[in-house]
């Protein structure tokens, strides 16, 4: 048997330069958890679901959207989720698709499904360009209630389903057509021998669960209820429907409603719909990705409680004018999309509305129509005035407006005289918008006779609908004792436009009443005009002298920004009681006006300001351009409190003088306070110039403190990140993953012409130069790195790395060494050099560089791992397992030091040992290869091997592309065939020796088919010692040493 021992071996340079500076991996897991949260229940509910759509594609007449149907027999089926379509943002515009396959297990076995096992048609078409493309747009997918960025999505190379569970997959297509409309896409996928279909825009089309409603007057309007998901997939096929009832059904005006509280519309869709409503009639492209609506539409409107931000009118349902398309009820919708057709149609004809019509249907006819209703159809609006139907009484409370019958007026008098309410605000409403002058004339009689509380619902009522006549009736008000009717008269006098509004508004900020003068101030400053503005600052002035300025006194002070002001912000601040909020936004105004004399102000206020204040001030003085800015700065950045010594610090890093660097130069030489030093490293990275860059990296090596020069490294790590250059190396790192070195050193180039002092660029160079063994050149770029930072220790074993692979470890040392003396705490120089000594067989040289490693980081448990096994490899045993049981003391939940402490127990032939190691790791982790196959070689040490071999045969397709498992399974096979050969021969004895050479063959050739290397321990093996003689072992050793 075989442990893991590659991970001490550290060959290539590249490692060095992603351990260097910290980047976004995208981990390409190979497996995936069976369920995720936002999954179904049960397999039933899935089942359902998916058998919904297809009863209602069947209802649609459309063939079924799964093949063969799904059934509570079917061993698998498949569904998909998060479907989306988008474009590539590169210069040739091409699609791309985006689902999340979920593969149903009802079978009673494991299920897995490869990639290798799915395959797409797009129109009907093989397609093979899988993935998403490499350029796209910042785009997000909904999962479960968390928006994860397409870039950040896992694509698992399989998905192993067990019994009774769900899997799940993310799959892409790119190089699409681009255009409006989606493909017709097909997601074909062989499990378990059985072909499985699923047409990805039936499927849509039956998740959009929507039904269609013709209503209105000649069946005019067509209702598209979706109770489902909209999405871009999905969309085409909404648009198709609506192609058909302009066409067929000749219907112009639409309404698009989302019944559901928690209705689901992708996010570029429902960006794109409103808009695209609002352009109805335009011909105008919103946006290219997405279908044109048909040019003969008239209306259309969108409602649901998804659009909860549209804020309806007072009056009314929510109709605001032609270009509101958002509703919240569905009712308002239909009334919007209906109005422009009740007002023209006949009287006879809205009356035939108002008795047959739906009850949206019932408020259109009413609101928009009752212009045109006589007398003959008022018993009927008066009966509705009173329906069940909240909204249908109120359009007809609305509708009365129309009528000069006294019983309208009496109607209205009567439900205006109820207690406030909507139906209160509505009759209200129509006596003030009756066409008739007696409406007008009662409701100001009715105001009359009022109590306080509904005569200031009246006012706000109609001062939102001026006339002459409303003015002297409010103004009456301003001299009521009640202080609300005053206050609630000012504002109605406001929106009716009042000749004397002006007056209105002086005398009410002279009052004794400060809620009067509040609301006056108030009315003032949101007016423009020169009159106003220099009212409000008089009175703002007045207050100031002797009152703390509320936050709309500062608001105006900022937007006006009055010098006079200043002196008088700045006696508030002396004032020791001042709250801390309002002290803040005092100081902030003052910023805000930034007139020079503020600098007086604020200088005298500094001493005694709190450290909050005091670092307000050195941002707004460092903002103005103050000549004193920089002497408080200085002092600042030295204050025994560090808020003030780390804001100062910040401010010099925004300021772009030559003296900021100086000061914090300066600053980080006294700097002895991880907090303190830390922000001027910060203030440095900001400012980004080469002498900060310069500072940073001398302070790696300067003074005694070791935390100090780490955070230095740390601090010129961040500005390799921001640097503009990073881009380019970013690609460089991941060419030179690929191995495509030639694009990796045209990126690394790239970065360094955009900044040549980036480092990690020459390293990126001298890695890249090593790998294609042009030592030379990788030489030329180390020295080119090292005239700009002679003091980087990764430059030096980057050249210390190009020496070992010219085998002059001497020279290679010396490089490692000279890291090692710059560096002395780096543990990741000793992993190197441990890595050297083990090439050369230096195994004591390599156990000290991993002693060194443990001794600067005794919580690090992989030094422990490695230097455990070179102890195996040298056969000290008990030494080995001294190491293995300090990692157990450190964390007695880590897998691997139980699995190598069960193969050194192997070495020593203590199964028993062994097997308590192997059980351990396997109860910690049932995934563990190292236990599962520890375990069953214990099994056959103890001449189990009939229950050691199913066992580990269960676990074959879960490992099958892992190396190791398949030489530690063939170890298993080749330890049971020692068991065997002392046994009596007999014809079963034999046909079973013979099968268990095949299979021990068959896994050690798939071992050497999936990275698994080592001949030389191949062939010294003892559990393989009744194979190493046979022709078919002889001959893999033979094609595995070529």
């Known amino acids: 048997?075989?442990?893991?021992?590659?991970?001490?071996?550290?060959?290539?340079?590249?490692?060095?330069?992603?351990?260097?500076?910290?980047?976004?991996?995208?981990?390409?897991?190979?497996?995936?958890?069976?369920?995720?949260?936002?999954?179904?229940?049960?397999?039933?509910?899935?089942?359902?679901?998916?058998?919904?759509?297809?009863?209602?594609?069947?209802?649609?007449?459309?063939?079924?959207?799964?093949?063969?149907?799904?059934?509570?027999?079917?061993?698998?089926?498949?569904?998909?989720?998060?479907?989306?379509?988008?474009?590539?943002?590169?210069?040739?515009?091409?699609?791309?698709?985006?689902?999340?396959?979920?593969?149903?297990?009802?079978?009673?076995?494991?299920?897995?499904?490869?990639?290798?096992?799915?395959?797409?048609?797009?129109?009907?078409?093989?397609?093979?360009?899988?993935?998403?493309?490499?350029?796209?747009?910042?785009?997000?997918?909904?999962?479960?209630?968390?928006?994860?960025?397409?870039?950040a999505l896992k694509f698992e190379q399989e998905v192993t389903v067990l019994p009774g569970k769900q899997g799940t997959m993310?799959?892409?297509?790119s190089d699409l057509p681009n255009g409006p409309h989606v493909p017709e896409i097909e997601i074909q996928a062989t499990v378990n021998g059985q072909l499985l279909n699923l047409n990805v825009n039936r499927f849509e089309l039956g998740n959009l669960q929507h039904t269609v409603t013709l209503m209105g007057p000649h069946q005019c309007l067509a209702k598209l209820t979706?109770?489902?998901?909209?999405?871009?997939?999905?969309?085409?096929?909404?648009?198709?429907?609506?192609?058909?009832?302009?066409?067929?059904?000749?219907?112009?005006?639409?309404?698009?409603?989302?019944?559901?509280?928690?209705?689901?519309i992708e996010r570029s869709v429902f960006g794109w719909l409103p808009r695209a409503a609002q352009q109805i009639g335009m011909n105008s492209i919103v946006q290219s990705q997405f279908p044109l609506f048909p040019t003969m539409i008239s209306e259309l409107h969108l409602s649901g409680f998804i659009f909860k931000d549209h804020k309806p009118r007072y009056f009314g349902l929510g109709l605001t004018s032609r270009a509101t398309i958002t509703h919240t009820t569905e009712e308002a919708a239909i009334h919007a999309a209906l109005d422009s057709a009740m007002s023209v149609l006949s009287r006879e004809k809205i009356a035939e509305q108002i008795h047959i019509g739906a009850p949206a249907v019932k408020v259109a006819a009413l609101m928009s129509g009752g212009r045109h209703l006589t007398n003959e159809e008022l018993p009927l609006v008066l009966t509705l005035s009173s329906d069940q139907n909240q909204i249908v009484q109120e359009a007809a409370l609305y509708a009365l407006r129309y009528f000069g019958d006294p019983r309208a007026l009496e109607r209205l008098?009567?439900?205006?005289?109820?207690?406030?309410?909507?139906?209160?605000?509505?009759?209200?409403?129509?006596?003030?918008?009756?066409?008739?002058?007696?409406?007008?004339?009662?409701?100001?009689?009715?105001?009359?006779?009022?109590?306080?509380?509904?005569?200031?619902?009246?006012?706000?009522?109609?001062?939102?609908?001026?006339?002459?006549?409303?003015?002297?009736?409010?103004?009456?008000?301003?001299?009521?004792?009640?202080?609300?009717?005053?206050?609630?008269?000012?504002?109605?006098?406001?929106?009716?436009?009042?000749?004397?509004?002006?007056e209105v508004l002086t005398d009410a900020l002279n009052s004794s009443q400060s809620e009067l003068r509040q609301v006056a101030f108030q009315e003032l400053i949101k007016r423009k005009d020169s009159k106003s503005e220099t009212l409000a600052m008089n009175y703002v002035l007045s207050q100031l002298e002797h009152t703390v300025p509320s936050q709309q006194m500062l608001t105006f002070i900022n937007r006006l920004k009055d010098p006079r002001t200043i002196p008088l912000l700045a006696q508030h601040l002396q004032d020791p009681k001042l709250d801390t909020g309002t002290r803040?936004?005092?100081?902030?105004?003052?910023?805000?006006?930034?007139?020079?004399?503020?600098?007086?102000?604020?200088?005298?206020?500094?001493?005694?300001?709190?450290?909050?204040?005091?670092?307000?001030?050195?941002?707004?003085?460092?903002?103005?351009?103050?000549?004193?800015?920089?002497?408080?700065?200085?002092?600042?950045i030295q204050d025994s409190n560090l808020s003030i010594a780390n804001g100062a610090a910040s401010s010099l890093g925004a300021s772009s003088s030559g003296k900021s660097l100086s000061i914090l130069q300066h600053a980080l030489q006294k700097a002895n306070e991880s907090s303190r030093w830390n922000s001027i490293y910060?203030?440095?990275?900001?400012?980004?110039?080469?002498?900060?860059?310069?500072?940073?990296?001398?302070?790696?090596?300067?003074?005694?403190?070791?935390?100090?020069?780490?955070?230095?490294?740390?601090?010129?790590?961040?500005?390799?990140?921001?640097?503009?250059?990073?881009?380019?190396?970013?690609?460089?790192?991941?060419?030179?993953?690929?191995?495509?070195?030639?694009?990796?050193?045209?990126?690394?180039?790239?970065?360094?012409?955009?900044?040549?002092?980036?480092?990690?660029?020459?390293?990126?160079?001298?890695?890249?130069?090593?790998?294609?063994?042009?030592?030379?050149?990788?030489?030329?770029?180390?020295?080119?790195?090292?005239?700009?930072?002679?003091?980087?220790?990764?430059?030096y074993i980057a050249k210390g790395l190009v020496f070992s692979n010219q085998s002059n470890s001497k020279e290679a040392l010396k490089q490692f060494n000279k890291a090692v003396e710059l560096s002395p705490r780096d543990t990741f120089t000793y992993l190197i050099i441990a890595s050297h000594h083990i090439k050369l067989k230096q195994y004591q040289e390599a156990i000290a560089a991993y002693d060194t490693v443990i001794k600067i980081s005794p919580d690090d448990l992989q030094p422990y791992l490695f230097k455990a096994q070179i102890l195996n490899e040298l056969s000290h045993w008990d030494a080995a397992l001294k190491v293995y049981d300090q990692i157990i003391q450190k964390n007695n939940r880590y897998v691997r030091a139980y699995t190598g402490r069960g193969h050194t127990h192997l070495q020593k032939t203590d199964w028993k040992a062994a097997q308590q190691d192997f059980q351990k790791a396997f109860d910690l982790d049932k995934k563990s290869s190292q236990a599962i196959t520890g375990l069953a070689i214990c099994m056959v040490y103890n001449h189990e091997e009939d229950k050691a071999i199913p066992f580990v045969e269960g676990f074959l397709k879960q490992f099958e592309k892992d190396g190791l498992f398949s030489y530690n399974v063939a170890c298993v096979f080749g330890r049971a065939l020692i068991n065997l050969k002392d046994q009596t021969k007999t014809p079963d004895l034999e046909s079973k020796i013979k099968t268990y050479r095949e299979k021990a063959i068959f896994h050690l050739t798939n071992a050497s088919k999936t990275g698994f290397d080592d001949v030389e321990w191949m062939q010294k093996d003892p559990d393989l010692t009744e194979l190493q003689a046979l022709p078919s072992f002889k001959s893999l050793v033979q094609s595995l040493q070529k």
């Open 682 to 795: 910060s203030a440095l990275v900001s400012i980004g110039t080469p002498e900060a860059r310069q500072t940073i990296m001398q302070a790696r090596y300067d003074g005694k403190i070791d935390e100090k020069k780490n955070d230095a490294h740390k601090a010129l790590i961040r500005i390799y990140q921001r640097s503009p250059g990073n881009h380019s190396y970013r690609n460089g790192q991941r060419e030179q993953t690929k191995k495509n070195w030639k694009a990796a050193i045209e990126e690394y180039h790239t970065a360094i012409s955009i900044d040549e002092l980036l480092i990690p660029a020459y390293i990126g160079l001298v890695d890249v130069s090593n790998s294609l063994q042009k030592f030379e050149e990788a030489f030329k770029y180390a020295e080119q790195g090292l005239k700009i930072d002679k003091m980087n220790p990764r430059l």
């Open 584 to 636: 803040t936004a005092i100081l902030k105004s003052l910023a805000a006006i930034g007139d020079l004399t503020v600098d007086v102000e604020f200088l005298k206020i500094y001493p005694q300001a709190s450290a909050a204040e005091k670092l307000l001030i050195l941002t707004s003085l460092q903002k103005l351009g103050s000549p004193q800015y920089f002497k408080l700065a200085e002092e600042a």
């Open 1 to 151: 048997m075989r442990s893991q021992n590659c991970f001490f071996l550290i060959t290539s340079l590249f490692f060095t330069a992603l351990v260097l500076l910290p980047q976004n991996v995208i981990a390409q897991s190979k497996t995936v958890k069976e369920n995720s949260p936002d999954q179904p229940v049960s397999n039933q509910e899935t089942r359902n679901d998916l058998l919904d759509i297809e009863n209602r594609l069947q209802v649609l007449k459309k063939l079924p959207a799964h093949r063969p149907a799904a059934s509570k027999e079917s061993e698998a089926f498949m569904i998909i989720k998060n479907s989306m379509k988008g474009v590539a943002s590169n210069q040739v515009l091409k699609g791309f698709f985006l689902t999340r396959l979920i593969l149903v297990n009802q079978s009673q076995q494991p299920l897995k499904l490869t990639r290798d096992q799915i395959h797409f048609k797009v129109n009907g078409q093989p397609h093979t360009k899988t993935g998403l493309p490499e350029h796209i747009p910042n785009q997000t997918v909904l999962v479960g209630k968390k928006e994860k960025s397409l870039n």
């Open 226 to 264: 979706i109770s489902g998901a909209l999405n871009s997939i999905n969309l085409t096929s909404l648009m198709n429907e609506i192609d058909l009832l302009t066409t067929q059904k000749n219907v112009r005006r639409f309404v698009i409603h989302f019944p559901n509280q928690n209705s689901f």
């Open 413 to 502: 008098i009567q439900v205006a005289n109820s207690p406030p309410g909507r139906k209160f605000e509505m009759a209200v409403a129509s006596l003030a918008e009756s066409r008739f002058a007696e409406g007008q004339q009662r409701l100001l009689q009715l105001l009359k006779q009022q109590p306080p509380e509904a005569q200031k619902t009246i006012i706000g009522i109609i001062s939102q609908s001026p006339r002459p006549q409303w003015g002297n009736a409010i103004y009456e008000f301003l001299s009521s004792e009640n202080l609300d009717l005053r206050k609630a008269a000012i504002n109605a006098l406001v929106l009716n436009g009042h000749p004397q509004l002006y």
């Open 170 to 173: 993310w799959l892409a297509l």
